[in-house]
């Protein structure tokens, strides 16, 4: 693997997505910079595919400390230089009920990691990015932006805030030709739908999602709901007065509590 391949910064590189979006990039050519809190799993599965050492670096950070992950991405550009895309895919998923006290710790870990988390990891690389004046940033949102769910409010509102945030990030890079994509996933099958009570439609393998994630990005897209059956409930959803809306929810199950 050449030094002038492309190289890609991925967050929560682990598992589900994230590992998924690794193996398709890795398959694409690029060069791989993965970051996830057990760095030594990541290390182990790249090892285990058998990949070249210089085809991959491993930075263990967490995105809920701003300090570890701006790090994480210093550390990137000194040792393999500024990447090409940066994903900020990292994210947590707990049901909360605003009436329990111990629920509002669980919410700020939510908007900690899923929102500022995204900032962080986008920091240290916008400056270079828009003195190279090329680059793509990627925030992993959801289906779950589209209307809050009960029981689900932190997390509906943590990927709304993806979805305002990477439009105002995508207004103010675009004059240094920076392109700035939105992901918006619907239901995949990973460690943060597995326990889910209620049906998941279309649901997804991570694998077939990163497929269609990297064309989207590798296209330049803006936003992408993937896959695109799931845009369209979306859209149905947005349009559904609350009224009907409320009454459809009755009786759904609820995203489960931390500790259930």
Not at 77 to 103: K, R
Not at 189 to 198: Q, V
Not at 230 to 258: E, F, S, T, W
Request: with cysteine.
């Amino acid at each position: 693997m050449s030094a002038a391949a492309p190289l890609v910064f991925i967050t929560g590189a682990s598992s589900g997505i994230g590992q998924a979006l690794a193996a398709r990039f890795a398959q694409a050519g690029y060069r791989l910079a993965l970051v996830a809190r057990r760095a030594h799993e990541i290390e182990a599965w790249c090892r285990a595919r058998g990949w070249p050492a210089e085809r991959w670096a491993v930075y263990a950070a967490d995105v809920r400390d701003v300090a570890s992950i701006t790090a994480a991405g210093r550390a990137c550009l000194q040792d393999q230089g500024l990447p090409d895309v940066v994903v900020a895919n990292a994210g947590i998923s707990i049901g909360v009920d605003t009436a329990e006290y111990e629920d509002l710790e669980v919410i700020r870990a939510t908007f900690e990691t899923n929102n500022l988390g995204m900032a962080a990891t986008f920091q240290p690389f916008v400056k270079p990015m828009r003195e190279r004046r090329s680059g793509t940033l990627v925030g992993v949102a959801s289906v779950a932006a589209i209307r809050g769910l009960p029981g689900h409010g932190a997390y509906c509102a943590s990927k709304a805030g993806v979805v305002s945030y990477c439009e105002s990030l995508r207004g103010e890079c675009r004059v240094f030709g920076i392109r700035v994509v939105t992901l918006v996933p619907g239901y995949v099958a990973t460690p943060l739908t597995a326990g889910n009570r209620y049906g998941m439609p279309f649901l997804m393998t991570p694998e077939a999602f990163a497929e269609r994630a990297v064309a989207a990005i590798r296209a330049g897209v803006s936003y992408r709901v993937i896959p695109w059956q799931m845009g369209i409930v979306a859209k149905l959803m947005r349009l559904l007065p609350n009224a009907v809306l409320d009454r459809a929810l009755v009786g759904r199950g609820r995203k489960k509590r931390q500790g259930e």
